[in-house]
Protein backbone atom coordinates (compact mmCIF):
# COMPACT_ATOMS: atom_id res chain seq x y z
CA UNK A 1 0.00 0.00 0.00
CA UNK A 2 1.17 3.42 -1.21
CA UNK A 3 0.07 7.47 -1.28
CA UNK A 4 0.95 7.97 -4.81
CA UNK A 5 1.32 11.96 -5.24
CA UNK A 6 3.44 14.52 -7.12
CA UNK A 7 4.84 17.63 -5.64
CA UNK A 8 2.56 19.70 -7.25
CA UNK A 9 -0.71 18.30 -4.96
CA UNK A 10 -1.86 20.10 -1.61
CA UNK A 11 -0.13 18.51 1.24
CA UNK A 12 -2.22 15.80 2.58
CA UNK A 13 -4.30 14.85 -0.48
CA UNK A 14 -3.95 10.89 -0.26
CA UNK A 15 -3.89 8.71 -3.83
CA UNK A 16 -3.32 5.00 -2.47
CA UNK A 17 -2.37 2.66 -4.61
CA UNK A 18 -1.59 -1.12 -4.09
CA UNK A 19 1.76 -1.98 -5.42
CA UNK A 20 2.99 -5.73 -6.11
CA UNK A 21 6.54 -7.62 -7.33
CA UNK A 22 6.80 -11.18 -7.41
CA UNK A 23 10.22 -13.04 -9.01
CA UNK A 24 10.56 -16.71 -9.67
CA UNK A 25 13.71 -17.99 -10.51
CA UNK A 26 13.59 -21.40 -12.61
CA UNK A 27 17.18 -22.04 -11.79
CA UNK A 28 20.45 -20.14 -11.50
CA UNK A 29 20.71 -18.95 -15.33
CA UNK A 30 16.76 -18.31 -15.64
CA UNK A 31 13.86 -16.72 -14.11
CA UNK A 32 11.24 -14.09 -14.65
CA UNK A 33 8.59 -11.93 -12.37
CA UNK A 34 5.65 -10.19 -12.59
CA UNK A 35 5.49 -6.71 -11.27
CA UNK A 36 1.67 -4.32 -10.63
CA UNK A 37 0.20 -1.86 -9.31
CA UNK A 38 -3.54 -0.61 -9.19
CA UNK A 39 -5.33 2.79 -7.65
CA UNK A 40 -6.13 6.00 -7.68
CA UNK A 41 -3.96 8.67 -9.28
CA UNK A 42 -5.47 12.35 -10.04
CA UNK A 43 -8.87 11.12 -9.08
CA UNK A 44 -8.73 8.70 -11.97
CA UNK A 45 -8.34 4.95 -11.88
CA UNK A 46 -4.37 3.42 -12.70
CA UNK A 47 -3.78 0.16 -13.76
CA UNK A 48 -0.01 -0.86 -14.67
CA UNK A 49 1.36 -4.30 -15.24
CA UNK A 50 4.67 -5.97 -16.45
CA UNK A 51 6.03 -9.07 -17.03
CA UNK A 52 9.65 -10.04 -17.70
CA UNK A 53 12.25 -12.57 -17.51
CA UNK A 54 16.05 -13.19 -17.75
CA UNK A 55 18.24 -15.88 -19.11
CA UNK A 56 22.07 -15.86 -18.79
CA UNK A 57 24.61 -18.78 -20.14
CA UNK A 58 28.22 -17.86 -20.04
CA UNK A 59 29.29 -14.13 -21.20
CA UNK A 60 25.36 -13.53 -23.35
CA UNK A 61 22.29 -12.65 -21.34
CA UNK A 62 18.97 -12.33 -22.49
CA UNK A 63 16.20 -9.85 -20.99
CA UNK A 64 12.83 -9.11 -21.58
CA UNK A 65 10.03 -7.07 -20.57
CA UNK A 66 6.20 -6.48 -21.79
CA UNK A 67 4.24 -3.63 -19.80
CA UNK A 68 0.61 -2.42 -20.15
CA UNK A 69 -1.57 -0.07 -17.94
CA UNK A 70 -3.68 3.05 -18.64
CA UNK A 71 -4.80 5.95 -16.10
Known sequence: MANLNKVSHPSGEKN???TV????????FAGFGFAGQTGQL????????????????????WNGQI?????
Open 42 to 61: DHNQLNMFEVDGFHTRGDWN
Open 21 to 28: RADYSINE
Open 67 to 71: GAGYV
Open 16 to 18: PIV
